[in-house]
């Protein structure tokens, strides 16, 4: 009887644990969903400002579409709001983890973390900026194979809309390919030691040693990112004034620290670092 209570009880608890952490995930969702809406209204409403970006090139290609009377492809309300979607979650979201992950081996390769010190103070500047950047080569390759490491989209699909043969495996039409860029990280067919941390991975001679596709941190082909040369400078680039003005330190047990493959590959939650001033 107590048993039975005690499962009971504690079955109870967890299902009420997991509605509370989906009353978060719906609050969440949607306070993000008005937040779109209300820009999207902002900017179509008030046209005194016309911005240069890609709300507004969607802004206008909808207003344009609306006079359109034939059946050609128009963009409609949902669309624009799903491009937004799409834009703010994969904008967001993927840099984060890969930063996380940056600062977390910086943090595990004191090596590293002094060559990338050193190459910061031979510039000794207060902001760093784009100009900048190629005087930071070592902290680029670190970035690289911090993001080879730990791919943020670890697997991403197609669907073949053809029968086709790939080197003998045959794959038919409607059928679904995970392509999954971690696991080719970390073929040695590619890399020497794939599991180990190794930023030469990146330099000239060791892009030259193997296939450009070996590195797919951003997917290719039509669908692949629009943001990934702009991830690439943009996590340079913020690497690089983070770690001029501020030294991280675990706070958590180095190794307590796992990948944790939700939709994207994000360090485990329990991920903290301490931040200090040295600027
Ligand atoms: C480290 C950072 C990033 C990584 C690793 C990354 C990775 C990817 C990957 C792998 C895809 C394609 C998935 C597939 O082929 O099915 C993708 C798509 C996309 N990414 Fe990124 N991304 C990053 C940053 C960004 C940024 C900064 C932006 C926007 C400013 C962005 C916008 C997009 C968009 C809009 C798509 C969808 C493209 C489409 O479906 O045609 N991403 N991203």
């Not at 608890?13 to 999207?40: C, L, P, S, Y």
């Not at 409403?45 to 240069?52: F, G, L, P, Q, W």
């Not at 080569?137 to 697997?155: M, N, S, T």
Request: hydrophobic fraction near 35%; charge should be positive.
């Amino acid at each position: 009887m107590n048993a039975t209570n005690k499962l009971g009880g504690s079955q109870g608890q967890r299902g009420e644990k997991v509605a509370a952490k989906n009353t978060t995930i719906q609050h969440t969702a949607d306070q993000m969903i008005d937040f779109i809406n209300q820009v999207i209204a902002d900017r179509s409403v008030n046209r005194d400002t016309i911005y240069s970006d890609l709300l507004e090139n969607l802004i206008q290609a909808f207003h344009r579409d609306q006079s359109k009377s034939d059946d050609s492809f128009k963009v409609t309300k949902d669309q624009l709001f799903d491009e937004m979607v799409t834009m703010l979650i994969a904008g967001a979201e993927n840099p984060k983890n890969s930063l996380c992950w940056t600062l977390h081996m910086i943090h595990c390769n004191p090596k590293a973390k002094t060559k990338i010190y050193e190459e910061l103070e031979r510039l000794d500047k207060d902001t760093i900026t784009c100009e900048d950047l190629e005087s930071l080569p070592f902290l680029l390759k670190v970035y690289k194979e911090c993001v080879r490491l730990f791919p943020p989209a670890y697997a991403f699909s197609r669907k073949a809309i053809e029968d086709v043969d790939i080197r003998g495996f045959q794959i038919h039409s409607g059928q679904e390919v995970v392509i999954s860029p971690y696991a080719i990280h970390r073929n040695p067919k590619y890399y020497n030691n794939p599991a180990e941390f190794n930023p030469d991975n990146f330099s000239e001679k060791g892009q030259k040693m193997r296939p450009s596709l070996a590195f797919l941190p951003f997917g290719a082909g039509p669908r692949a990112c629009i943001g990934g040369q702009f991830a690439m400078n943009q996590g340079h680039i913020v690497l690089a004034n983070l770690l001029n003005c501020f030294e991280f330190e675990h706070s958590v047990p180095k190794k307590s620290v796992k990948m944790l493959p939700l939709i994207t590959l994000q360090p485990s939650s329990n991920f903290r670092m301490f931040v200090r001033r040295r600027r």
